[in-house]
């Protein structure tokens, strides 16, 4: 076995094909919102692995499910069913509009379902001319061919040949130009309730509501993808929720398997049954492991005191950003909800979002950008507020020495 010392960064370029360029330290552990490199440094995690650790690292139940559900089966395929889906479905059918569930492996697979399952559909039901799917400039929906084809953002599309045909873009948030582009060839409406990858955008609930209306009058459907703001991010299980209008399909990903690979989606009885025996398929989606973590996940974060929670860490965030901006003024706007905040950087600091990250990785926070304008927040929804304070001393850090 090769020494641990030797298992260095230098590494990386020797033995990984070249598409990520990972910080320079390696974790090693993580407990709660802290995370300690291979040196013993310690970090404050308000990154939470890009809005995924929703309980924090090495949370004890988590450790526990993993151990116990390990002991009996890890996995079986869809040859069977198993008892942890069965239970993981339930609860999130309970939980939300939906009624049926198919179990993925990560966002962009249950992007893909949704997608695949919206064109189906419109086949069956109104024929092959209705597949037109309307996204939004900005969107992020993940990194297969049909989810960088319906992504909004041309440089993941860019080198892999056609993209996915049938897919227009529009205009975040306006309302104008998806009433002149919308018609009975559309077949879905695919939307983030608030853009995460695109900068913390949220949608206005005009918009939203709008989209449904023209979903409903062109019979399309509204695919909500909630990898991002899922699993209560946004201070709600889902943030549809928040926006007064249900969607016909819903994904969800990131927050859901605490960074076990687990994804979702989500729909009624009458859209489901056009997937029928043999229409899609994965060999680990919904296995026994998997789904057992992201039930317990579910247990822990589905709760009214959890969830409002999430709302005042959020107002602690937001209020101690703001007091930072104060004495730099870096910002020109914090936004997000929940606890995906976004300090969207002033003109004078346009594209050094990632000078900030960096500078808080040399004070011992780690943080995330969205986009080259926009430092994002995103961590554990459990992150005690002594963490939030510390951290975001650190912050105050790394904004005096970047600024100055
Ligand atoms: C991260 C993300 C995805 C892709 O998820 P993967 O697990 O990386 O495939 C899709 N949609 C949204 C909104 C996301 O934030």
């Known amino acids: 076995m090769m020494a641990k010392k030797s298992l260095k960064r230098e590494l990386f370029e020797q033995v990984m094909v070249p598409n990520y360029a990972p910080a320079t330290m390696i974790p090693v552990r993580g407990e709660g919102s802290r995370i300690w490199d291979q040196e013993g440094r310690e970090f404050i995690d308000f990154a939470g692995g890009i809005a995924v650790t929703s309980v924090g690292h090495a949370h004890p139940e988590m450790l526990a499910i993993l151990q116990q559900q390990g002991e009996k089966i890890w996995h079986l395929s869809n040859v069977m069913t198993n008892e942890p889906a069965l239970k993981l479905a339930q609860q999130l059918t309970s939980a939300t509009f939906a009624e049926r569930v198919f179990f993925a492996n990560s966002g962009a697979e249950a992007n893909e379902a949704a997608f695949k399952l919206a064109r189906r559909y419109a086949q069956n039901e109104f024929g092959p001319e209705k597949h037109e799917i309307i996204a939004f400039e900005q969107g992020f929906h993940g990194r297969t061919l049909f989810t960088v084809s319906v992504g909004g953002q041309a440089k993941y599309r860019e080198g892999f040949g056609p993209a996915i045909k049938g897919i227009t873009h529009l205009p975040y948030n306006d309302i104008m130009a998806l009433e002149?582009?919308?018609?009975?060839?559309?077949?879905?409406?695919?939307?983030?309730?608030?853009?995460?990858?695109?900068?913390?955008?949220?949608?206005?609930?005009?918009?939203?509501?709008?989209?449904?209306?023209?979903?409903?009058?062109?019979?399309?459907?509204?695919?909500?993808?909630?990898?991002?703001?899922?699993?209560g991010r946004l201070g709600t299980l889902y943030a549809y929720e928040q926006l007064g209008i249900t969607p016909d399909i819903m994904t969800s990903a990131k927050g859901l398997g605490n960074g076990f690979p687990v994804a979702a989606m989500l729909t009624t009885q009458a859209i489901a049954k056009h997937l029928g025996i043999g229409t899609h398929g994965s060999t680990y989606g919904g296995n026994p492991l998997a789904c057992a973590i992201a039930g317990k996940v579910l247990d822990l974060i589905n709760q009214p005191q959890v969830l409002s929670a999430v709302n005042t860490k959020s107002a602690r965030f937001k209020a101690g950003l703001a007091a930072i901006n104060s004495r730099y003024d870096f910002c020109s706007e914090i936004r997000g909800r929940g606890l995906l905040l976004g300090c969207a950087l002033t003109e004078q600091y346009q594209g050094q979002a990632g000078v900030f990250q960096q500078a808080a990785a040399d004070a011992g926070l780690m943080v995330l950008v969205a986009g080259p304008n926009v430092v994002r927040m995103a961590p554990s929804l459990l992150i005690p507020d002594t963490d939030i304070d510390a951290g975001l001393e650190l912050f105050e850090q790394a904004v005096a020495k970047v600024v100055s």
């Open 180 to 231: 002149a582009a919308v018609s009975d060839k559309t077949c879905a409406i695919v939307m983030e309730p608030l853009q995460g990858e695109g900068g913390i955008i949220a949608a206005d609930p005009a918009f939203a509501t709008r989209v449904r209306e023209l979903c409903d009058q062109h019979q399309a459907l509204l695919v909500m993808d909630e990898v991002q703001t899922g699993v």
